[in-house]
């Protein structure tokens, strides 16, 4: 077979970034479950896995400039090498921002706790569904599920707003105190931005496939 | 460390009143790829011709140094130079079968070094075709002329022939300047199956193949080394400015 290698080096990026993909799912699904349950030790985790997240983000970057280096890549092999490039930034985000909802709820725990987590849950439903679907539309080259991810950020963002209005009620109500409604949105803040990541990836995927950005023929 | 299979020291070459190698010190290690880089002229040709004294033939020549290969010097008196090139084979930029058939080629070393019985000689044909990756390509068309083969097929039929005398080290100069790139990757793969049994040294222009198939390469300039190190850190950070100049195409 012809390139044998250079097909090879291709393929284990994929597997790094289904990885990265994995665990960055798994962190946001967990902070979610560690503020619905108020699981402290598994908040402590998430912020610990964080740290495999960002070491995955530099093997890839090592392999891509290699791959780059050795291979001479052009058209679609060279879109799809820097749109690797550019997503791992989103997804190493995304990591954070989980390890951030972790944090909070720490903090959260150690004055107070919700009685209820309102639309989070679902909120991060989507949002891990989102990232999940981006990552999947990378690996499997598919325009149309990145096309329709990005159309799945209106869901997040209409459950951002669901949730601000449903924390000013309560406010209004005086039923919870400033500073805990503040986390609280903070948090829907966070998946929120998540969301936004995901979207971000999806761009990228489109660039892949097009070499479009925001409509903007680059390569 | 990887073991040394071959090395230089001091090792100067002069073609008449030119000075074409001055005080090269080079370590080849076994079973690697060693790749040798640098602008026309600047001496990797004569370097890797050095190695299996293929200069001798040239009546301007004088050499001082050491070539040591598994702790000898090859250009020791006592050292039989046929012996010692069946140990350190060469491949050139172009194909260069000879006027003969498939089989011919493969077992005219083996009879030189007086190799007769035909069980032998087809047993040997065989295994160098199958090793330089073209078996399946001309078993059925041992008997007809090498030059028959495509550029490529040439270029793995010389790979064979160089193996059939069961070499230790390969030296390839530009083995695949003249091939199309299908052929070149397939010479690349079968260069990197080959380091496991081979030490190989090999001269290149292209820098993505130098970054893509060796282990460690050595920049020459005008007859000297500049930069010897792994190939990782050369195309990664090279320490000397003239090397990042030459491969990133600066200069050269």
Redesign the interface.
Known sequence: M????YDQELAELHVDIIQMGSLIEKAISDSVTAFENNDLALCESIMLEDKAVNDLEKVIESKC?WLI????PVASDLRKITTALKMITDMERIGDNAADIAELTLRIAEKNTFADSGHIPQMAAVAVTMVHDAVASYVNTDLALAQKTEQRDDEVDDYFNLIKQELVSVFRAGKEDMDNAVDFLLIAKYLERIADHAVNICEWVEFSVTGKHNNAQIF | MTPVKMHTRALNLFYGEVHALKGVDLDMPEQCVTALIGPSGCGKSTFLKTLNRMNDTIASVRISGEVVLDGEDIYAKNVDVTTLRKKAGMVFQSPNPFPMSIYDNIAYGPRIHGEKKRIVLDEIVEQSLRDAAIWDEVKDRLKKPALGLSGGQQQRLCIARSLATKPEVLLMDEPTSALDPISTSKIEELIDELKRDYSIVIVTHNMQQAARISDYTAFFLLGEVVEHNTTGDVFSNPKDRRTEDYITGRFG
């Open positions: 012809v390139r044998k290698h400039l280096a050795r291979e001479q």
